[in-house]
Each structure stands twice: as structure tokens, then as C-alpha cells.
């Protein structure tokens, strides 16, 4: 038993018994940039792709096929909407943008605690389509490109503020990334030479959430890897990310520094075009590595030891990647025949492009209204996105795992008596756990003062059985859980944005408490969000802030 199994169960118990240091204050002025910053750096100007064809979200949204690819629904071929049949600059450039890229800025009235420092341009939040904890974006993206992308071959850092590319290493690289992948690799990621890198700065979510950031930035990674699974399905394109190579070398490649950041996944990208992909063989000799580093903006960095432990353990056996079927022993438990069963309505989602779903997404904080319950239809198609949404990369190829269970803690649903339920999604119904209204149990154990869960039509509880996860294939497994839980965490923003609802992800609350209200215990099930859907009060106040 890894270092990983004594964190996650730091994490379930964190909200009775605080995580060490627990007096650790976070220094607000003297926190970390959103973003890396290389001075001296070319930037490469994107394109935003704006005149790309509408692409439904649907596509992206809606349960899987066999293939782990999305069901695109009847008539619709790989390649349909503008992609033919590969990613272009102009396609990657718009899913960049869509996904990271800075697409507004939040300036509606709401509850949370930042809201009378966001008028001021230095405390400005900035909306993007993919969430983030605690809204700190940890990520970075980078762009390893070989000779049959459109540009100088190297790798490109994605400046989000720009939607710009910096090149930070010139010269074809991707062999070596191949190399590092590993010869076991899925053949897809070993036939192209253009792969995005996502790497994690550790300090720019620990300076908030010390030991628990390296929770927190496996859920980041998470998010981003679901929002561009959906946003390529809408395209007729497929992502998947690794989670198994030789992080240290990768590190390497890009620069940074072994401990104080991390490679969490590399996305193989099928190209568009004609002919073979060159693949030159490595030659002899150390791997180049970038002149060009981060300036770190704060003047103090604390190395908490406990995300320190953490990345050491799951870089440990990075390599180590699992045999396919290792992660079975780990599924979610299948929802047991009989009891109080509440049918559903079939999922389907309106056709709404996938932009416009990823630059509507936000959090509601404190703007549910429970006068208007949300319909069963709209809680069918939010539960079935979310049971189709995975991370578990090569651990299992062929997409059919389902790693996930989902409970529903109903308060205001058309049709649903209140109840705390599990949801069935082979049977596509809601079993009930718990009779009665939940509301003031919600609330009870949710620690900020942000949202008032009792005026959501429904709460979303996702577990993922961490420790099965972990004894199934190893510490490293821990970033698959908790990412898988970060996909869930997206795809119901973007359901509940295609569906024009209301939505939010909470990481404070009592897990232990929902343990044992569901009657989990013994089951390696944690719940790791609590994700509130429902309908917003009308006519809310907000600032235009493109027309000022």
C-alpha cells in the first residue's frame, strides 16, 4: 500500500480532520501568475477560428460508443463539421481558445466570496470554458509539433492571455516524445508527431489549498481532458489522453523543474493531410532541453511536503503502464435490481454549437431559484452525460469501464418525490436511497456560504472508488480517479449549459457525512464533488463588459 492510499484518505476526512498545515494562511498578494511567463519569448499570434462551421455539442455529450469514441448520432461520419479527418491550426487554434483561452470576463452579481474585487482590472476574473479549482488554472499546455504540422517544428507553450504560442525549444522533438510514451503505447499515439503536453505547476494551486492542491490540480487536469473530448467529438475528431510514460523525461523536455512540476498527460493529435508521418529515429546524445524559463512571480514558494510525497510516488512507476483490464476490479458498483424505482424521460440535448455551450459556462453561486423545479428530462440527460464521461486514458482502451457512480440528491424535480437516489444508467432510472427532503443535510455539511443548496433542483454526487483505483494500478493511479471526477465535474457544466441551467462544482464539503448518509462504508466508493443543478432566478444583474 502506496503513500497515495494515507493522502486519499487525508482527503475524505479532510473537512473533520484538517489537513496539515492546518494554520497555513494563503498570502494573496503574493500569489502566483495564472499562467507561465517566459520573458523574452516570441509570441505566435493564433487564429480564433471563428468562421469554422457550428459544431452541436451533443456530439460530445451524449453516452459513448463501443469504441470509446462519441456516438455522433445517425448520418453523421468522422470528419463532419469542418475537420477533415485530422486536426488543422485553425481547428486546434479554436479548441485551444474554446477550451483555456480567456473568452470574457465575470462581472455578474452573484454570492461568492470574490465579488467586490472583480470590478478592479487587477483582480479580474477571467471566464473560460473549462472550470477550474478554485478558478487558479494550474495547467499548462504545450505544443510538441514535428514536420508535418504548420509550424517550425519545437515545442510551443500556449500563452492563454495572447491566445498565442511561444516556442520555448526549436527542433523535431516528437521522436523523443514517442520514446517516452513508451513502446507499449497505443499505436495512434506512436503514428503522429504532433502531441499536447499538460503539464502542472504545483505552486499556483497550493499557494491556496496547500496539501490539498495536488487533489485539486488532478481535477484540473481532469476538466480540460473531458472539454476537449467533447469539443473534438463535435468536430467528428477523437482525443485520448495517456496518463502512463517516463514523466521525468517529458519534465525535461519541457523545462521544468522535477518537483515543483509534473506531466500529468500527453493527447496524441491525428494530423490532417496526405502520406506517412515522417518518424526520424533518436539519436544519440542527452534530450535538448528549453534555454527559456518561468519567472515566477511570487517572492516566496513553500514546498508542502505532502504534495512533494505525492509527486514522487506517482512518478514513481510513471512507465509502469497498466495492462488493458487492469482497472476492471476497480469499475463502479452495478445499482442492485428492485426497490423504489423512479423511471426517466430518454437523454437528448438540443442542438446548441459546442462554442456557445463552453462560452456560456459558469458557476451560479448563490443564484439558484427553486420556483422553477427542473424537468426530468433535464435531469435524464445531465445524468447520462456524466455516466459516459471518463479519464481513464489507456488504462482502458476500449472505452466500456464505467468508473463513476452517480447519486442524485433531488429537491426540486418535476414529478420526483425528494430523496437522495442512485442513478441506474443501464436501466436509464433513479433507485432511491434515502426518502425525504435532503435540503438541510446539504447544507449542514457544505462549509462556504456560496451557494444555498437547499434552492437547487437537484444535487449531483459522483464517487469513484479511489483505493480500488489505487490497489488496481498502483499510486499513480490516483490522478486517474480524481481526474475521471474532474471530467464528471465538466461535462455537467456543459450539460447544464446546452440545457440553459444553472450549475456549480463544490470541493468544501463533508465527505464523511455523505458516506454514511448513502451508506457507503465499506464500499471504497468516496464522493468527491458536490455538483448543485437547477434553474437561476430571472432577469439577473451582470455588467456587458465587451460593449463598455
Given at each position: 500500500?502506496?503513500?497515495?492510499?494515507?493522502?486519499?484518505?487525508?482527503?475524505?476526512?479532510?473537512?473533520?480532520?484538517?489537513?496539515?498545515?492546518?494554520?497555513?494562511?494563503?498570502?494573496?498578494?503574493?500569489?502566483?501568475?495564472?499562467?507561465?511567463?517566459?520573458?523574452?519569448?516570441?509570441?505566435?499570434?493564433?487564429?480564433?477560428?471563428?468562421?469554422?462551421?457550428?459544431?452541436?455539442?451533443?456530439?460530445?455529450?451524449?453516452?459513448?460508443?463501443?469504441?470509446?469514441?462519441?456516438?455522433?448520432?445517425?448520418?453523421?461520419?468522422?470528419?463532419?463539421?469542418?475537420?477533415?479527418?485530422?486536426?488543422?491550426?485553425?481547428?486546434?487554434?479554436?479548441?485551444?481558445?474554446?477550451?483555456?483561452?480567456?473568452?470574457?470576463?465575470?462581472?455578474?452579481?452573484?454570492?461568492?466570496?470574490?465579488?467586490?474585487?472583480?470590478?478592479?482590472?487587477?483582480?479580474?476574473?477571467?471566464?473560460?470554458?473549462?472550470?477550474?479549482?478554485?478558478?487558479?488554472?494550474?495547467?499548462?499546455?504545450?505544443?510538441?509539433?514535428?514536420?508535418?504540422?504548420?509550424?517550425?517544428?519545437?515545442?510551443?507553450?500556449?500563452?492563454?492571455?495572447?491566445?498565442?504560442?511561444?516556442?520555448?525549444?526549436?527542433?523535431?522533438?516528437?521522436?523523443r516524445v514517442r520514446e517516452a510514451l513508451g513502446k507499449d503505447a497505443p499505436p495512434e499515439a506512436l503514428e503522429t508527431d504532433q502531441y499536447l503536453i499538460l503539464g502542472v505547476k504545483y505552486w499556483q494551486t497550493a499557494f491556496k489549498y496547500n496539501s490539498f492542491g495536488y487533489h485539486v490540480v488532478c481535477t484540473d487536469v481532469g476538466t480540460l481532458a473531458q472539454t476537449?473530448?467533447?469539443?473534438?467529438?463535435?468536430?467528428?475528431?477523437?482525443?485520448?489522453?495517456?496518463?502512463?510514460?517516463?514523466?521525468?523525461?517529458?519534465?525535461?523536455?519541457?523545462?521544468?523543474?522535477?518537483?515543483?512540476?509534473?506531466?500529468?498527460?500527453?493527447?496524441?493529435?491525428?494530423?490532417?493531410?496526405?502520406?506517412?508521418?515522417?518518424?526520424?529515429?533518436?539519436?544519440?546524445?542527452?534530450?535538448?532541453?528549453?534555454?527559456?524559463?518561468?519567472?515566477?512571480?511570487?517572492?516566496?514558494?513553500?514546498?508542502?511536503?505532502?504534495?512533494?510525497?505525492?509527486?514522487?510516488?506517482?512518478?514513481?512507476?510513471?512507465?509502469?503502464?497498466?495492462a488493458p483490464g487492469a482497472l476492471a476490479p476497480a469499475a463502479a458498483r452495478p445499482v442492485p435490481a428492485g426497490g423504489t424505482r423512479v423511471p426517466l424521460p430518454a437523454p437528448a440535448f438540443p442542438e446548441?454549437?459546442?462554442?456557445?455551450?463552453?462560452?456560456?459556462?459558469?458557476?451560479?453561486?448563490?443564484?439558484?431559484?427553486?420556483?422553477?423545479?427542473?424537468?426530468?428530462?433535464?435531469?435524464?440527460?445531465?445524468?447520462?452525460?456524466?455516466?459516459?464521461?471518463?479519464?481513464?486514458?489507456?488504462?482502458?482502451?476500449?472505452?466500456?469501464?464505467?468508473?463513476?457512480?452517480?447519486?442524485?440528491?433531488?429537491?426540486?424535480?418535476?414529478?420526483?418525490?425528494?430523496?437522495?437516489?442512485?442513478?441506474?444508467?443501464?436501466?436509464?432510472?433513479?433507485?432511491?436511497?434515502?426518502?425525504?427532503?435532503?435540503?438541510?443535510?446539504?447544507?449542514?455539511?457544505?462549509?462556504?456560504?456560496?451557494?444555498?443548496?437547499?434552492?437547487?433542483?437537484?444535487?449531483?454526487?459522483?464517487?469513484?472508488?479511489?483505493?480500488?483505483?489505487?490497489?488496481?494500478?498502483?499510486?499513480?493511479?490516483?490522478?486517474?480517479?480524481?481526474?475521471?471526477?474532474?471530467?464528471?465535474?465538466?461535462?455537467?457544466?456543459?450539460?447544464?449549459?446546452?440545457?440553459?441551467?444553472?450549475?456549480?462544482?463544490?470541493?468544501?464539503?463533508?465527505?464523511?457525512?455523505?458516506?454514511?448518509?448513502?451508506?457507503?462504508?465499506?464500499?471504497?466508493?468516496?464522493?468527491?464533488?458536490?455538483?448543485?443543478?437547477?434553474?437561476?432566478?430571472?432577469?439577473?444583474?451582470?455588467?456587458?463588459?465587451?460593449?463598455?
Amino acid at each position: 500500500m502506496g503513500y497515495a492510499h494515507e493522502y486519499a484518505d487525508a482527503v475524505l476526512h479532510r473537512g473533520r480532520v484538517p489537513m496539515e498545515p492546518a494554520d497555513f494562511v494563503p498570502d494573496w498578494p503574493d500569489g502566483p501568475r495564472r499562467g507561465k511567463f517566459y520573458p523574452g519569448v516570441e509570441s505566435y499570434a493564433l487564429p480564433d477560428g471563428d468562421d469554422l462551421p457550428d459544431a452541436p455539442a451533443s456530439a460530445g455529450l451524449l453516452p459513448r460508443s463501443g469504441d470509446g469514441s462519441a456516438i455522433t448520432g445517425p448520418g453523421r461520419p468522422p470528419g463532419a463539421h469542418g475537420a477533415p479527418g485530422g486536426f488543422t491550426l485553425p481547428l486546434l487554434s479554436a479548441m485551444l481558445k474554446d477550451s483555456y483561452g480567456l473568452t470574457g470576463r465575470r462581472l455578474g452579481v452573484q454570492a461568492n466570496s470574490d465579488l467586490s474585487g472583480l470590478p478592479f482590472y487587477t483582480h479580474a476574473n477571467w471566464s473560460r470554458g473549462t472550470a477550474g479549482g478554485g478558478g487558479l488554472y494550474p495547467v499548462g499546455v504545450h505544443w510538441a509539433s514535428g514536420p508535418s504540422g504548420p509550424l517550425t517544428p519545437g515545442i510551443h507553450y500556449y500563452d492563454v492571455q495572447r491566445h498565442a504560442v511561444q516556442r520555448l525549444l526549436t527542433g523535431d522533438v516528437t521522436a523523443r516524445v514517442r520514446e517516452a510514451l513508451g513502446k507499449d503505447a497505443p499505436p495512434e499515439a506512436l503514428e503522429t508527431d504532433q502531441y499536447l503536453i499538460l503539464g502542472v505547476k504545483y505552486w499556483q494551486t497550493a499557494f491556496k489549498y496547500n496539501s490539498f492542491g495536488y487533489h485539486v490540480v488532478c481535477t484540473d487536469v481532469g476538466t480540460l481532458a473531458q472539454t476537449w473530448r467533447v469539443w473534438a467529438a463535435a468536430h467528428g475528431l477523437r482525443v485520448a489522453p495517456l496518463l502512463w510514460f517516463d514523466e521525468p523525461r517529458l519534465n525535461g523536455l519541457l523545462g521544468s523543474d522535477g518537483e515543483e512540476e509534473g506531466v500529468f498527460a500527453v493527447v496524441p493529435l491525428r494530423w490532417a493531410g496526405d502520406g506517412a508521418v515522417p518518424r526520424p529515429a533518436v539519436t544519440d546524445g542527452p534530450d535538448p532541453s528549453p534555454r527559456h524559463r518561468d519567472v515566477e512571480r511570487s517572492r516566496t514558494v513553500i514546498a508542502f511536503p505532502t504534495v512533494l510525497a505525492m509527486h514522487a510516488t506517482t512518478v514513481a512507476d510513471a512507465a509502469d503502464r497498466p495492462a488493458p483490464g487492469a482497472l476492471a476490479p476497480a469499475a463502479a458498483r452495478p445499482v442492485p435490481a428492485g426497490g423504489t424505482r423512479v423511471p426517466l424521460p430518454a437523454p437528448a440535448f438540443p442542438e446548441v454549437p459546442v462554442r456557445r455551450v463552453l462560452r456560456s459556462r459558469r458557476s451560479s453561486f448563490g443564484r439558484f431559484d427553486a420556483a422553477e423545479p427542473v424537468t426530468p428530462g433535464q435531469l435524464s440527460s445531465v445524468l447520462a452525460a456524466c455516466a459516459a464521461a471518463s479519464f481513464c486514458g489507456e488504462a482502458d482502451p476500449d472505452g466500456t469501464l464505467r468508473q463513476v457512480r452517480l447519486y442524485a440528491f433531488v429537491n426540486h424535480v418535476q414529478g420526483i418525490a425528494p430523496g437522495a437516489y442512485v442513478y441506474d444508467p443501464d436501466a436509464g432510472d433513479l433507485a432511491l436511497v434515502v426518502p425525504g427532503p435532503q435540503g438541510a443535510f446539504l447544507q449542514e455539511n457544505y462549509f462556504l456560504a456560496n451557494y444555498n443548496l437547499e434552492q437547487a433542483g437537484v444535487v449531483l454526487v459522483p464517487t469513484v472508488r479511489t483505493t480500488a483505483v489505487l490497489d488496481a494500478v498502483g499510486d499513480r493511479g490516483y490522478r486517474l480517479a480524481v481526474g475521471t471526477a474532474g471530467a464528471v465535474a465538466q461535462t455537467c457544466y456543459l450539460a447544464a449549459s446546452a440545457l440553459s441551467l444553472g450549475a456549480g462544482v463544490a470541493l468544501g464539503f463533508d465527505n464523511v457525512s455523505f458516506v454514511e448518509r448513502l451508506g457507503l462504508e465499506g464500499t471504497a466508493e468516496a464522493p468527491l464533488l458536490i455538483m448543485p443543478l437547477g434553474n437561476e432566478r430571472p432577469g439577473p444583474a451582470d455588467f456587458r463588459h465587451e460593449i463598455a
